[in-house]
């Protein structure tokens, strides 16, 4: 038994969740795949997949074997790829997890662009604005707003999002207009907040205009932890957002939502990548991070990249 190609075997098992769709993908036959798997249960003495007539999926040694062996794979992976003269043609699979809003706004719609220019790169991207364990969720990076929370991480600043307060339309026919953010508390407007998906309480963002500075403080009555949803919410009427200029360019220009307080300086939330420590930059990753500093590029000057 050829213990790589076992391998291989059983992690396309569980990620397709059948033999024959596992032995399509790796260009050889049903009953190869399912001999290299059983070799591989006899070698280890262990039961690694439940088969029925209906699906396989991997039993709770196979799924902790499987979150091992992604990791060797990739690992020999990127080892032969950087000893090779195909070093200079990125390849293989690249899992990305990014939040919802820059994925929906700016990365996916140029990832076509993406796979044009690197066709072996297979990307597996996720959309959430959690905290991801990349160790234990096998993740080669994140993209977070935000100053980096696990020291133990690798973080490369690669962009500042800046940010404005905004509402929409509706919103200000109801409560009126603010004429300055100490209107906000004064007047008892509604302030939408945005917290992480660990936090309890919603950031609260400072205002700045020469020597002055003010907090946004106002009514929380409704927190959320997706950007989308946060966007949409103060979209809906709900209240007054304190958003990144990216996110408000197209509710702007369709007359969703209206600048407020253009006077006063809001800032810029750090964009970054993070990805494990104690691994070299492999060339997919390198080339991705350089692409997204290209395409955040795109969205100035709502987004500042960093070189």
């Known amino acids: 038994m050829d213990r790589i190609d076992a391998m291989q075997a059983f992690a396309r098992v569980v990620e397709t969740g059948s033999f024959t769709r596992a032995a399509d993908t790796l260009q050889t036959s049903r009953t190869r795949v399912t001999q290299l798997v059983q070799q591989l249960e006899a070698h280890l003495r262990v039961k690694l997949l439940n088969r029925s007539t209906r699906k396989v999926s991997a039993t709770a040694d196979g799924e902790a074997f499987y ?3 992604v990791r060797l794979l990739a690992d020999l992976d990127d080892a032969e790829t950087s000893l090779s003269v195909a070093s200079r043609v990125p390849r293989g699979r690249l899992r990305v997890d990014v939040p919802a809003p820059l994925a929906s706004l700016v990365v996916a719609p140029a990832l076509p662009r993406f796979h044009a220019r690197y066709p072996d790169i297979q990307l597996d991207l996720g959309v959430s604005d959690r905290r991801i364990d990349l160790i234990e969720e096998n993740v080669d990076c994140v993209l977070r707003g935000g100053e980096p929370t696990e020291p133990s991480m690798r973080a490369r600043h690669v962009a500042d999002l800046l940010l404005g307060v905004y509402a929409a339309p509706g919103y200000l026919a109801r409560a009126g207009t603010p004429t300055s953010p100490q209107a906000i508390d004064e007047d008892g407007h509604v302030v939408v907040g945005y917290r992480g998906s660990r936090s309890r309480t919603p950031i609260v963002q400072t205002l700045h205009r020469g020597g002055e500075q003010v907090r946004l403080g106002g009514r929380r009555l409704l927190a959320v932890d997706d950007g989308n949803a946060y966007l949409a919410a103060g979209i809906a009427g709900a209240g007054i957002l304190a958003l990144p200029r990216y996110m408000a360019h197209a509710p702007l220009a369709r007359g969703e939502l209206v600048p407020l ?47």
Do not use: C, N, Q
């Open 67 to 69: 979150e091992r062996v």
């Open 261 to 307: 307080f253009e006077d006063w300086t809001l800032g810029s939330m750090p964009l970054y990548i993070v990805y494990p420590p104690g691994r070299h930059v492999s060339p997919k990753l390198r080339v991705f991070i350089d692409w997204i500093i290209e395409i955040l590029a795109l969205h100035a000057p709502g987004i500042r990249t960093l070189r």
